[in-house]
């Protein structure tokens, strides 16, 4: 089920007198239908996918389904920064019940239509099932796709009949190998303690590339080193942020919270570096879960990693 662009869920202060200098999001958002023609620029389409099916079947703890709603609030505030930028809003995909693949189906359509108008979709989920229906929809309009997962988990189980929060960068390790398609695919931030050996195993069989939240928590570099190893043997970007990644400290809402995270400065460096490189065709963002949030911190954050991005994109 789509719930199409809501003028409601952005509202925010409005500084008259100091005119163009003082807009913010919700005074430039319009809504993406997918038949207007966009701007020249740079344009960005909002999208939700409203769905934690895959949190309850991965036995987390549902509550993501309601962070579009909660992000949006602290997107709306922003200041509006570049006047080359179109900001659009497509709107929610619902997940009804149980039927996550249904979900699925219309979250890859509404992808490749924003990505055929050669704009960059910000998607905000969910749960990380979120992956495989974003993979899906940028595949139909590109064919050379690396992936950056800024994630405490690989997100590698087997399906185990059934596909979840937990299975998505697997199925689409499926997906890819039933098309003949690499599976180029990194993570950043990996905890030792939050995968077992299985997935390490899994990890390593599909040479799946990765560092460790020690690792980024010590140094930068061997994750730049990782992403540009990446970005150039790929013609696209498909960037997805599990919040989890972050330390609970920063991220409390979150479906899965981490100790010994990585830290809001760090995820947010290797974000702005991935947007400037001029590859990246779509971004979405997992896990916020405002049920267990705190001052909203986990919505704040997402929200002000987004502004980042979009205000760093290259295209």
Known sequence: MRKYFEEQQWQGRIDENDGEAGLRWHQKVNAFDGKTSLSTGKNVVIAGFACDEGVRRNQGRPGAAAAPTEIRKFLASKPWRDPNLSLYDAGDVLCIGEDLEGARDLQQQLIADITKHNALP???????EIAYGSFLGLSKNESSIGIINIDAHF????????TSSGTPFFDISEHCKSINMPFEYICIGIQEYGNTQAL????????????????VLHSL???????DSLLNKTDAIYLTLDMDVLDAAFAPGVSAPASMGLLPNQVNLLLRYIAQSGKLRLMDVAEVNPKFDIDSRSSRLAAHFIAGVVDSWQY
């Open 122 to 128: 910000i998607f905000l989920g969910g749960g990380h």
């Open 155 to 162: 997100d590698l189980r087997s399906k185990e009949g059934i």
């Open 200 to 215: 390490f195993e899994t990890a390593e069989a599909l040479q799946v590339k990765y560092t460790t939240a020690e690792e």
């Open 221 to 227: 570099q061997s994750s730049i080193e990782l992403i």
